[in-house]
């Protein structure tokens, strides 16, 4: 039988570590492309509206996976040009190359789209679901909130899925655990992490294998797909210290002001989000973040002073 072939845009990042072996195992073909040069990346800049053109029109995917995006949120509060190119524009070519070649698109979306004021009648926070409206509050979460809306408006057929706060990728995770990560294998012995910001960790390999459970289910639309449950980074990095078994490293509680200069830009105080569409269906494909983080690491290289069993 012949394989479905698939093509996935941002495929060296984070998600497309294990997106792309996800697709495989499935018993899809796909076409990895990116901007970074790696073993089996294929060079595709999805700002080129030419070349996206041209490649989707000669491979004639079954689906195209729509990864590639700037996801630095510093980066994007402070050249608004470059995360509109990039988010946006680059999004509004794949989208558009889609549709005149009639090739459904799935779009990854974020939970960064929201401005972090719900909140239940305790005062707490409430995560958000697929019907509550976005309202982003630093460029990244609006330049990712307008791609959405092009891929909703400009395909007959897509599919977006939010993912919460991500972790993946081993050596290519650059967000927080990855960091947290790198602080511990500096020999690090005090960890400052913030009590104020919350949300939904969500690791990439449950991520993908939900990807392709709702291509396959024949799902369209907006979905969430995070871990259940919400954390503060405090919580999170806590958590890692438990799993690796280091007590001789100290965490230490702070507020994001503590933390202004080296980010400066906006962040939403909660960040988290509920799989509302999927739960309404009887659906359940993510596990608890604590346990999903507990995978992650497990499958991560051990490293000296880790407690971590090879």
């Avoid at 995070?226 to 490293?249: H, P, Q, W």
């Amino acid at each position: 039988m012949t394989k479905a072939r698939v093509l996935v845009t941002g495929a060296a990042g984070m998600l497309g570590t294990d997106l792309i072996p996800t697709l495989r195992r499935r018993g899809y073909a796909p076409l990895a492309t990116d901007i970074v040069k790696a073993k089996g990346i294929k060079f595709l800049d999805v700002r080129d509206y030419s070349a996206v053109k041209k490649t989707i029109s000669r491979f004639k995917p079954s689906w195209v996976f729509h990864l590639a995006a700037e996801t630095n949120v510093e980066k994007c509060q402070s050249d608004p040009n470059h995360a509109y190119l990039t988010n946006v524009i680059g999004t509004e070519n794949v989208t558009i190359a889609c549709r005149d070649n009639t090739i459904p698109l799935v779009y990854t979306g974020t939970s960064g789209v929201f401005d972090g004021r719900k909140i239940n009648p305790q005062g707490d926070p409430e995560p958000y679901t697929e019907f509550d409206d976005p309202n982003p509050i630093n460029t990244y979460g609006l330049s990712k909130y307008q791609a959405e809306k092009i891929v909703g408006q400009k395909t007959s057929k897509h599919l977006i899925v939010r993912a919460g706060w991500m972790m993946g990728g081993f050596e290519r995770d650059k967000k927080f655990v990855g960091k947290i990560i790198a602080r511990l294998r500096s020999k690090a012995k005090e960890i400052y992490a913030v009590t104020d910001k919350i949300g939904s960790p969500t690791h990439t390999v449950d991520f993908a294998k939900a990807i392709v459970f709702m291509i396959n289910s024949n799902f369209s639309g907006l979905y969430h797909a995070a871990s259940t449950g919400m954390g503060t980074r405090y919580e999170v990095a806590n958590e890692i210290l438990k799993i690796l078994g280091r007590n001789d490293v100290k965490l230490i509680p702070v507020s994001s002001d503590f933390f202004k200069n080296d980010y400066p830009a906006p962040r939403a105080t909660s960040q988290g989000i509920h799989n509302y569409k999927l739960d309404l269906r009887g659906i359940k494909l993510m596990p608890p973040w604590q346990t999903a983080l507990k995978n992650y690491l497990t499958r991560w290289e051990p490293f000296e002073g880790s407690g971590m069993q090879a």
